[in-house]
T-cell receptor, first 113, second 113 residues
């Protein structure tokens, strides 16, 4: 079945360094969503990408959707301690007649001051 | 109002207890969800309600019983749980389908003794 793989599982960076997490799907995705979960918190929606090759920016965050719509990345420039948390990508999958959302395994980001 | 509320925040129960988790949203969303999240893992979909009807049950054991009394409310009734059911239970809602942006509640942290 369709899987969404995410790497790396963990990333420790010094404050001010850049960070990237990658998401890969075995099949073409109609769209991909990104969520952030702070420690002890709940997932919060960041963005949705729909178009092939799409690039969206939110301040220091840059999101990309691959040309083949099978991969995506989230890049954070000059990380801050407020960026700490786990970043999940999530893609839709169809199981029979049911539409479902499948989450990647997440990348846990630690930012060292 | 873009908030999903959940009660209680924490719940400790014995294996013979019966308890309920509650979720509420006032965004006019017609799809609501229950997820289970173990530590350092992504959310796992349990149930989907679409227009107050159960549309997806991800092979969840019958000791978990969902209920959608109206379009704003979602309950999860718990009975005869096992210690391995201890987890963060997240409620979410979206406009109409799982492929729309998911708005998560803060979750109920459940401990089964």
């Amino acid at each position: 079945g369709q899987q969404v793989m995410q790497i790396p599982q963990y990333q420790h960076v010094q404050e001010g360094e850049d960070f990237t997490t990658y998401c890969n799907s075995s099949t073409t995705l109609s769209n991909i969503q990104w969520y952030k979960q702070r420690p002890g918190g709940h997932p919060v929606f960041l963005i949705q990408l729909v178009k092939s090759g799409e690039v969206k920016k939110q301040k220091r965050l840059t999101f990309q959707f691959g040309e083949a719509k099978k991969n995506s990345s989230l890049h954070i420039t000059a990380t801050q301690t407020t960026d700490v948390g786990t970043y999940f990508c999530a893609g839709p999958k169809s199981s029979g007649s049911a539409r479902q959302l499948t989450f990647g395994s997440g990348t846990q980001l630690t930012v060292l001051p | 109002d873009t908030e999903v509320t959940q009660t209680p925040k924490h719940l400790v129960m014995g294996m013979t207890n019966k308890k309920s988790l509650k979720c509420e949203q006032h965004m006019g969303h017609r799809a609501m969800y229950w997820y289970k999240q173990k530590a350092k893992k992504p959310p796992e979909l349990m149930f989907v309600y679409s227009y107050e009807k159960l549309s997806i049950n991800e092979s969840v054991p019958s000791r978990f019983s969902p209920e959608c009394p109206n379009s704003s409310l979602l309950n999860l009734h718990l009975h005869a749980l096992q210690p391995e059911d201890s987890a963060l239970y997240l409620c979410a809602s979206s406009h109409r389908t799982l492929w729309d942006t998911q708005y998560f509640g803060p979750g109920t942290r459940l401990t089964v003794l």
